[in-house]
């Protein structure tokens, strides 16, 4: 019998598996330091993977989109999927047009983590809680866009959006980080 992880716990596992990687980086808003979520899945990995970016969203996933084209994998974290609207016009007419753009010359991979925020223990009301999946899947024609509803589809989720070619849009629910 296998041993049955927690969703926080492969979310965990997936981040120290990708950071074993030399090209991945983690990128974004309290991945170094406590102030969501995310960071209780980013705060056992080794500091020089890791890069703090103040709140600017769309300058993070410029940065991201930059750095993939120069041969790294990032994985950028935005801590709630209402904040990633903040940033939609890089994701979806640069870095989800790029290969098209270029005639397949550029496939940047940007792993990119989100969370639709919990409602339990504390509600974070309704600018941060709000499931925009199916409108990212209606928008991106390029980037894979995979939301994890089981600990068991985690993995192999992040293990995916790394070995293929492309981009992923990865989407966690806070409410399972303590539940599931």
């Known amino acids: 019998l296998g041993v049955i992880m ?6 965990i596992r997936s981040m120290e ?3 074993e990687k030399d ?9 170094k330091y406590s102030g969501n979520a995310i960071y209780n899945t980013v705060k ?3 500091m020089k993977k890791i890069m703090e970016v103040p709140v600017f969203e769309e300058l993070q996933m410029g940065m991201s989109t930059g750095m993939a084209l120069e041969g790294l994998v990032p ?3 935005f801590p709630r999927f209402d904040f990633l609207l903040r940033c939609v016009d890089s994701l979806v007419n640069h870095l989800d047009k790029m290969q098209v753009m270029t005639d397949g010359n550029f496939k940047p991979k940007v792993i990119i983590r989100t969370s639709i925020g919990s409602s ?3 509600n974070g009301g309704v600018q941060s809680t709000n499931d925009y999946t199916e409108p990212f899947r209606k928008m ?3 980037v894979d866009v995979v939301l994890l509803n089981e600990p068991k589809e985690i993995f192999p989720a992040f293990q995916r959006a790394y070995e293929k070619e492309g981009s992923s849009l990865i989407v966690e629910w ?3 980080y303590n539940d599931k």
Request: proline share 6%.
């Open 17 to 19: 598996w990708l950071t």
């Open 6 to 11: 927690k969703y926080k716990d492969e979310l």
């Open 23 to 31: 090209d991945t980086v983690v990128i974004g808003q309290s991945v």
């Open 140 to 142: 991106l024609t390029e």
């Open 44 to 46: 056992t990995l080794p």
């Open 75 to 77: 994985i950028s974290c």
């Open 174 to 176: 806070g409410d399972y």
């Open 120 to 122: 339990k223990p504390l």
